[in-house]
């Protein structure tokens, strides 16, 4: 069946750096990906959806120059989480959509923490 | 602010016995509902989902009933068992034909041998 693989499953940073979350589709072309963020204990917020070739549509709320995505292929999306703050720790979570089945389809997640 | 949520935050069933969990959404212009099953730790996993054209959909040990008239979305799970304990979400499209969803606030299942 089709697979997300999102990666890293967990990161550790200091304050103040940057890090990327990688989202690849395995089986299949993913021509949109969403990108999730999720408190402990709370529900799914949607972040942003990335369309490939074209620029990532953004949530209210959501800073697109802290959050910026990346969707170069039809198989990889990425998040990089720039100057990350210890409010930015958090459970980060992809998904794409597979247009023949008409199905969506989520990784495994990112906890990232922000020491 | 979320227009997907739950009835309730817990749901504690006997092993073997049927579970119920609820939700209640208010766009009515959404058309694709989906349940997800996430235990800790993981990403959300696909339990199943039914479109606005249908009422009932039955998976293998699951079924979605959706009722537009009052926007309640129900998922039951026939003879839980423990390794269905986790967190229960339901998520609607937030506009027809889309993919972009909103999720509930979540029920946690725990199944009690």
């Known amino acids: 069946g089709a697979v997300v693989s999102q990666h890293p499953s967990r990161v550790i940073c200091k304050s103040g750096t940057s890090v990327k979350i990688e989202c690849r589709s395995l089986d299949f072309q993913a021509t949109t990906m969403f990108w999730y963020r999720q408190f402990p204990k709370k529900s799914l917020m949607l972040m942003a959806t990335?369309?490939?070739?074209?620029?990532?549509?953004?949530e209210q709320g959501v800073e697109k120059d802290k959050f910026l995505i990346n969707h170069a292929s039809l198989t990889l999306s990425t998040l990089t989480v720039t100057s990350a703050h210890p409010e930015d720790s958090s459970f980060y979570i992809c998904?794409?959509?597979?247009?023949?089945?008409?199905?969506?389809?989520f990784g495994s997640g990112t906890q990232l923490s922000v020491l | 602010g979320e227009s997907v949520g739950l009835h309730l935050p817990t749901l504690s069933v006997q092993e073997g016995d049927n579970s119920i969990i609820n939700c209640a959404y208010s766009n009515s212009a959404s058309d694709y509902f989906i349940w997800y099953k996430q235990e800790s730790g993981k990403g959300p996993q696909f339990i199943i989902d039914i479109r606005s054209n249908m009422d009932k959909r039955q998976g293998q040990r699951v079924t979605v009933l959706l009722n537009k008239t009052v926007k309640h979305l129900s998922l039951q799970i026939a003879a839980t068992q423990p390794g269905d304990s986790a967190v229960y979400f339901c998520?609607?499209?937030?506009?027809?034909?889309?993919?972009?969803?909103?999720f509930g606030a979540g029920t946690t299942v725990t199944v009690r041998a």
């Open positions: 998904s794409a959509r597979v247009r023949q089945w008409e199905k969506l389809f």
């Open positions: 990335s369309n490939e070739g074209s620029k990532a549509t953004y």
């Open positions: 998520a609607e499209n937030m506009a027809p034909n889309d993919y972009k969803l909103s």
